[in-house]
């Protein structure tokens, strides 16, 4: 039965002519510097509060119920890990810019 799914899946996607993809051109001045973004601890608990306690874990399997209950004690330490991330450049883990992906049929 998955490879009956797949089969037909693969059918109805379409590849993508990437011989007309623009090039990558130099940063532009006008764009946002990272470097210029702070993230208060305010801003952080707001967010931390809107998590919903009965969704399911992320890749990293935390619970939200789990980052809700211990959010008063790491905060900070997020906080920071967030700001010296942006102030370097930009720069962010190869955890950060990876994702797991699965499709729902």
């Known amino acids: 039965m998955s490879e009956e799914f797949n089969s037909f899946f693969a059918s109805i996607f379409t590849k993508e002519d990437l011989s007309n ?3 990558v ?16 601890e305010e801003r952080f608990r707001k967010c ?14 935390i619970s ?3 980052l ?3 959010a008063d004690e790491i905060i900070t ?5 967030y700001n010296k991330s942006l102030q370097t450049d930009g ?10 992906v699965c499709p729902i049929y």
């Not at 720069?91 to 797991?100: F, G, H, K």
């Open 77 to 81: 330490p997020k906080q920071r890990f």
């Open 48 to 61: 931390m509060t809107m998590l919903r306690a009965d969704k399911s874990p992320g890749s990293d399997d």
């Open 25 to 40: 051109s130099k940063r532009d001045d006008s764009a946002p510097i990272l470097d210029l973004i702070r993230i208060d």
């Open 91 to 100: 720069s962010v883990s190869e955890d950060w810019r990876t994702a797991n």
């Open 68 to 70: 809700i209950e211990i």
């Open 21 to 23: 993809i623009l090039p």
């Open 64 to 66: 939200p119920r789990l």
